[in-house]
């Protein structure tokens, strides 16, 4: 079946940086564009960054912009999110998604499989 598996997430001080990893298998990864996502407490879900199948094209929400990069390896059927400069505001629990599509979308319903989500915790 399909598995989205994030890993990587942690308690770090502000500042400092932190990889996320998501490992898909049940589907055919290279097919699928990837996204992250992230759920601050008390806020709804909201879009961090995207990146087309063959890894030619990224996005990135304006916050995240110039301090995450996504990234992704179609041999491993894994998608990474490098997170540096981490800000108290990025505290969050970070989720990976999948959308059978060429076209970048940064709303959530567009996307088919989801994973768990793993904990990002920033502290001062």
């Known amino acids: 079946q399909v598995q989205l598996v994030e890993s990587g997430g942690r308690l770090v001080q502000a500042g400092d940086s932190l990889r996320l990893s998501c490992a898909a298998s049940?589907?055919?990864?290279?097919?699928?564009?990837m996204g992250w996502f992230r759920q601050a407490p008390g806020k709804e879900r909201e879009f961090a960054a995207a990146?087309?199948?063959?890894?030619?094209?990224?996005y990135y929400a304006d916050s995240v912009k110039g301090r995450f990069t996504i990234s992704r390896d179609n041999v491993k059927n894994t998608v990474y999110l490098q997170m540096n400069s981490l800000k108290l505001e990025d505290t969050a629990v970070y989720y990976c998604?999948?959308?059978?599509?060429?076209?970048?979308?940064?709303?959530?319903?567009?996307?088919?499989?989801w994973g768990q989500g793993t904990q990002v915790t920033v502290s001062s």
């Open positions: 990146i087309t199948r063959n890894g030619g094209n990224v």
């Open positions: 049940g589907f055919t990864f290279s097919s699928y564009l």
């Open positions: 998604a999948a959308r059978r599509s060429l076209v970048y979308s940064a709303a959530e319903d567009d996307y088919s499989y």
